[in-house]
């Protein structure tokens, strides 16, 4: 079946301006959670939705940050004012749920590169 | 707070060695446990997973791991190394109950011919 996707592959843009990255999760998903991951670096934690639930925004780095889930499916993690420090890749995972709880494994998508120049 | 170790930001094995990737994490109770690959311009690819059944866990392509609570360590290995494998792995671990997984900076594996 179709894995996590996520849109743009590639996104360059100017300091100072928004940027918008896309995700959509494996159907029927519940858990969604987006990282960064900078040059050489392990992944940063970024925000996590599960179903319903208020989403855990503790990993965002400020407020220029953002994410919204849409009808428990498709993700947008916006970025305002863009500084340079922002460049790196975005990742995306999900990750179900079974009969007998959550399976705590995510599947990733490809990531959006962002370059802030 | 959780945290994640993984010895050596780069290791180098010939095709056919012994290949051992160090994981230690920090934690008052023991967590779920994961290997995950990345090859260069992917996403990740989880190789395999402790959430306390059998403590020796194999997983994809022929790697396995052992969760050793006394040393808090999971160590990811592979018998033999192939050209193949060269990517990055990283440890990440989440406590049981939890959501938030902690991962470890990575290890870039190199296979030589």
């Known amino acids: 079946g179709a894995g996590v996707s996520q849109s743009p592959s590639n996104k360059v843009t100017e300091k100072g301006k928004d940027v918008e990255l896309r995700c959509d999760p494996i159907s029927g998903h519940t858990a969604l959670y987006w990282y960064r991951q900078s040059l050489g670096q392990g992944l940063e934690f970024l925000i996590y939705f599960q179903g319903n639930s208020a989403p855990d925004k503790s990993g965002l780095p400020s407020d220029r940050f953002s994410a919204e889930r849409t009808g428990g499916s498709v993700s947008t993690l916006t970025i305002q004012r863009t500084q340079q420090e922002d460049s790196a890749v975005y990742l995306c995972a999900s990750s179900p749920h079974t009969p007998t709880g959550r399976t705590y494994e995510q599947y990733f998508g490809p990531g959006t590169r962002l370059t802030v120049t | ?113």
């Not at chain 2, 446990?33 to 190789?47: A, I, K, R, S, T």
């Not at chain 2, 997973?49 to 999971?74: P, Q, R």
């Not at chain 2, 109950?97 to 990575?106: C, D, H, N, R, V």
């Open chain 2, 1 to 113: 707070a959780q945290s994640v170790t993984q010895l050596g930001s780069h290791v180098s094995v010939s095709e056919g060695a012994l290949v051992l990737l160090r994981c230690n994490y920090s934690s008052s109770v023991p967590p779920y446990l994961f290997w995950y690959v990345q090859y260069p311009n992917q996403g990740l690819q989880l190789l395999l997973k402790y959430t306390s059944a059998a403590t020796l866990v194999k997983g994809i392509n022929g790697f396995e791991a052992e969760f050793k609570k006394s040393e808090t360590s999971f160590h990811l290995t592979k018998p033999s190394a192939h050209m193949s494998d060269a990517a990055e792995y990283f440890c990440a671990v989440i406590n049981t109950g939890g959501f938030k997984t902690i991962f470890g900076a990575g290890t870039r594996l190199f296979v030589k011919a």
